[in-house]
């Protein structure tokens, strides 16, 4: 039990009379990969806007490496080891790709703003710290070629790794992917799953992701749970999730 | 003409080393202006100078922060009236305020001109700050509305609170401490210390709660605390252009400090290219030179036996016009969001050179 990341209990979100989320349960572990997985307007994304500290939550408690967090700030939550991308890829356009990953960084700088006019002692050695790191991951990435072009210049798939590296760049202990593979060709999404294996272990994470490339889902995925409407359904392997019989219902309709 | 963090050591040490060059000629052409030029050639210069430090401040919460705040002419107010209040002298005190006696310690307070401007940006820059506070902590377009209000309550302030601001009457006979070394040596301070700022890691989330509020927050930027930030830097020096405006002039009313002036600014800076301190700069400096020689249309005059009667308030039309012209065909205003840097500078004269030898 020691291992687990995030616990999520009885999670429960309503806006106005309307229940997006109903009880959610879940649990992510280090170093595994959680999908999460729904129709549409099933409550995903309102999962991760929850435990980002963007919605708050009725009910339930979000513990996260045994803090609870329910109810915190975004800005803290992120500061704490939870980063995110965004659905609808959210890049800070007119900066440059460098400059998006070198944002994350000011999260661990010492120095104040009176130190920055000046220059001296822990600015330059922040300044570059967070340099070499942001240049660092754009080189995991693939992207330092592209380092100084502005973010909206990048193609598609590339942003989104882009969003990757700057959510890295945190240096969270779990990083939450809102639709990674949406948009991309069936070679890319495989490449992506590659890296997503890969990140798991070279940055010592959890991951919890939500995807509605089932293939990718299955692929990637160590557990998976599956929303439909804001309630839970399922838990399980992929394998249990895909012989469930009320997944099967949700996504395919009953008989 | 990126916005580039320098790549190399070998650049950023020529890069200071031009700076300071580039610093140095301009103190010899100040020399020159302040020895030869006549006293209406330095009161426009030193207009620029202030325009300046005002265009760049402002540029910082709105541009570069991207906080829509509509504050210059309150804050240049509080900032004339702390600087001014702190630099005459008890007699003169004495005499002026005719309606009401200025209140004990204000009456006997007198301090060096220097230090009336730091006070004049530290008392603004709290004025900021107590603003910033509650709009901050919502989100919207909250900022536009507060200090647009505000900007009426310090002149109905400045009218009402007699014992302190001696009311309509204003304050007058101010020593004319301000000369083209307070007002240029200041200026160059000040875009020093917002370039610092922008180009440090306080600077890049500024941009970041500019793009997305949201993904700001996201990657662990409090923007509470960096718009309060931005908002309380740039009041900070827009109150020490009060204090040198009010040493200009030498003469302030409470009708001196209406929203024309921010309206003004923010043509300046939407010109320029709002995010952009160079763009800042050069439009501050092109507008208001380009009004002084704009009073060409409001007098009389005539041209091939063609006669002009010369309209007041013309100028205003023009420069109005103008910011039309901009948001009609280059909404980026003339530098978008990029900056001024000596590798752009180098580049565009090989460029130049390559041209010439190739024709």
Same mark, same amino acid.
């Given at each position: 039990? $020691?291992?687990?990341?995030?616990?999520?209990?009885?999670?429960?979100?309503?806006?106005?009379?309307?229940?997006?989320?109903?009880?959610? #349960?879940?649990?992510?572990?280090?170093?595994?990969?959680?999908?999460?997985?729904?129709?549409?307007?099933?409550?995903?994304?309102?999962?991760?806007?929850?435990?980002?500290?963007?919605?708050?939550?009725?009910? &339930?408690?979000?513990?996260?490496?045994?803090?609870?967090? $329910?109810?915190?700030? $975004?800005?803290?939550?992120?500061?704490?080891?939870?980063?995110?991308?965004?659905?609808?890829?959210?890049?800070?356009?007119?900066?440059?790709?460098?400059?998006?990953?070198?944002?994350?960084?000011?999260?661990?700088?010492?120095?104040?703003?009176?130190?920055?006019?000046?220059?001296?002692?822990?600015?330059?050695?922040?300044?570059?710290?967070?340099?070499?790191?942001?240049?660092?991951?754009?080189?995991?990435?693939?992207?330092? #070629?592209?380092?100084?072009?502005?973010?909206?210049?990048?193609?598609?798939?590339?942003?989104?790794?882009?969003?990757?590296?700057?959510?890295?760049?945190?240096?969270?202990?779990?990083?939450?992917?809102?639709?990674?593979?949406?948009?991309?060709?069936?070679?890319?999404?495989?490449?992506?799953?590659?890296?997503?294996?890969?990140?798991?272990?070279?940055?010592?994470?959890?991951?919890?992701?939500?995807?509605?490339?089932? &293939?990718?889902?299955?692929?990637?995925?160590?557990?998976?749970?599956?929303? #439909?409407?804001?309630?839970?359904?399922?838990?399980?392997?992929?394998?249990?999730?895909?012989?469930?019989?009320?997944?099967?219902?949700?996504?395919?309709?009953?008989? | 003409?990126?916005?580039?963090?320098?790549?190399?050591?070998?650049?950023?040490?020529?890069?200071?080393?031009?700076?300071?060059?580039?610093?140095?000629?301009?103190?010899?052409?100040?020399?020159?202006?302040?020895?030869?030029?006549?006293?209406?050639?330095?009161?426009?210069?030193?207009?620029?100078?202030?325009?300046?430090?005002?265009?760049?401040?402002?540029?910082?919460?709105?541009?570069?922060?991207?906080?829509?705040?509509?504050?210059?002419?309150?804050?240049?107010?509080?900032?004339?009236?702390?600087?001014?209040?702190?630099?005459?002298?008890?007699?003169?005190?004495?005499?002026?305020?005719?309606?009401?006696?200025?209140?004990?310690?204000?009456?006997?307070?007198?301090?060096?001109?220097?230090?009336?401007?730091?006070?004049?940006?530290?008392?603004?820059?709290?004025?900021?700050?107590?603003?910033?506070?509650?709009?901050?902590?919502?989100?919207?377009?909250?900022?536009?509305?507060?200090?647009?209000?505000?900007?009426?309550?310090?002149?109905?302030?400045?009218?009402?609170?007699?014992?302190?601001?001696?009311?309509?009457?204003?304050?007058?006979?101010?020593?004319?401490?301000?000369?083209?070394?307070?007002?240029?040596?200041?200026?160059?301070?000040?875009?020093?210390?917002?370039?610092?700022?922008?180009?440090?890691?306080?600077?890049?989330?500024?941009?970041?709660?500019?793009?997305?509020?949201?993904?700001?927050?996201?990657?662990?930027?409090?923007?509470?605390?960096?718009?309060?930030?931005?908002?309380?830097?740039?009041?900070?020096?827009?109150?020490?252009?009060?204090?040198?405006?009010?040493?200009?002039?030498?003469?302030?009313?409470?009708?001196?400090?209406?929203?024309?002036?921010?309206?003004?600014?923010?043509?300046?800076?939407?010109?320029?290219?709002?995010?952009?301190?160079?763009?800042?700069?050069?439009?501050?400096?092109?507008?208001?030179?380009?009004?002084?020689?704009?009073?060409?249309?409001?007098?009389?005059?005539?041209?091939?036996?063609?006669?002009?009667?010369?309209?007041?308030?013309?100028?205003?039309?023009?420069?109005?016009?103008?910011?039309?012209?901009?948001?009609?065909?280059?909404?980026?205003?003339?530098?978008?969001?990029?900056?001024?840097?000596?590798?752009?500078?180098?580049?565009?004269?090989?460029?130049?050179?390559?041209?010439?030898?190739?024709?």
């Amino acid at each position: 039990m $020691t291992d687990v990341v995030m616990r999520i209990d009885d999670l429960t979100v309503t806006f106005g009379g309307l229940t997006a989320l109903s009880g959610l #349960d879940m649990e992510i572990r280090k170093a595994e990969i959680v999908g999460l997985i729904g129709p549409n307007g099933a409550g995903k994304t309102t999962a991760f806007n929850t435990v980002t500290g963007i919605v708050k939550p009725e009910r &339930g408690t979000i513990t996260f490496q045994g803090r609870d967090i $329910t109810g915190w700030k $975004t800005p803290h939550i992120a500061r704490t080891g939870i980063a995110r991308t965004f659905q609808n890829i959210r890049l800070y356009d007119d900066l440059t790709v460098v400059e998006n990953v070198m944002v994350a960084g000011h999260a661990s700088i010492s120095y104040s703003f009176l130190e920055a006019l000046i220059g001296w002692g822990r600015f330059a050695r922040d300044e570059r710290q967070i340099r070499e790191s942001a240049e660092y991951l754009l080189e995991l990435m693939g992207l330092i #070629d592209m380092a100084r072009d502005k973010a909206d210049s990048l193609p598609y798939g590339s942003q989104r790794k882009l969003e990757v590296a700057r959510a890295l760049a945190l240096n969270p202990s779990l990083l939450l992917l809102d639709e990674p593979v949406a948009g991309m060709n069936p070679i890319e999404t495989r490449e992506f799953g590659e890296l997503v294996v890969r990140l798991l272990d070279d940055f010592n994470l959890a991951i919890a992701l939500i995807e509605h490339d089932m &293939g990718f889902v299955m692929d990637v995925c160590h557990k998976i749970r599956v929303i #439909d409407h804001g309630f839970p359904i399922a838990w399980g392997t992929p394998d249990e999730i895909r012989h469930d019989e009320r997944v099967i219902a949700a996504y395919l309709g009953k008989e | 003409m990126e916005t580039t963090i320098p790549s190399t050591k070998a650049h950023v040490t020529r890069d200071r080393l031009l700076a300071a060059v580039a610093v140095g000629v301009f103190l010899v052409f100040l020399w020159y202006a302040d020895n030869h030029f006549s006293a209406y050639s330095i009161r426009i210069l030193n207009n620029i100078a202030i325009f300046i430090i005002l265009a760049a401040s402002y540029n910082l919460i709105n541009g570069v922060t991207g906080q829509f705040s509509l504050e210059p002419n309150a804050f240049v107010a509080v900032g004339a009236y702390t600087s001014a209040i702190l630099t005459l002298s008890p007699q003169e005190k004495l005499a002026s305020f005719i309606i009401e006696p200025m209140v004990w310690p204000l009456s006997v307070i007198s301090v060096s001109f220097p230090v009336s401007l730091l006070a004049a940006g530290l008392v603004t820059a709290v004025m900021a700050l107590l603003m910033a506070v509650p709009v901050f902590r919502v989100r919207g377009d909250y900022l536009a509305i507060v200090t647009l209000g505000f900007g009426e309550v310090i002149q109905v302030v400045a009218n009402n609170i007699v014992s302190v601001t001696n009311g309509p009457l204003g304050l007058k006979g101010l020593t004319p401490h301000t000369n083209l070394w307070w007002s240029w040596g200041i200026c160059i301070v000040t875009i020093f210390c917002i370039v610092r700022l922008v180009n440090s890691s306080y600077g890049r989330a500024m941009k970041a709660v500019r793009e997305d509020e949201t993904a700001a927050q996201a990657m662990g930027i409090d923007a509470f605390r960096i718009k309060t930030l931005a908002f309380t830097f740039s009041a900070f020096f827009e109150g020490v252009a009060g204090g040198l405006l009010a040493h200009l002039i030498t003469t302030i009313s409470p009708t001196l400090f209406t929203f024309l002036l921010t309206f003004h600014l923010l043509i300046i800076i939407v010109v320029g290219g709002l995010g952009s301190t160079t763009g800042a700069v050069i439009a501050a400096a092109v507008f208001t030179f380009g009004s002084e020689f704009l009073r060409v249309v409001e007098e009389p005059f005539s041209l091939y036996g063609f006669d002009y009667a010369g309209i007041p308030g013309m100028r205003m039309v023009i420069l109005s016009m103008m910011l039309v012209v901009v948001m009609l065909f280059a909404r980026r205003g003339i530098m978008g969001r990029s900056e001024f840097s000596w590798q752009w500078l180098f580049e565009t004269a090989a460029r130049v050179r390559r041209r010439i030898r190739s024709d």
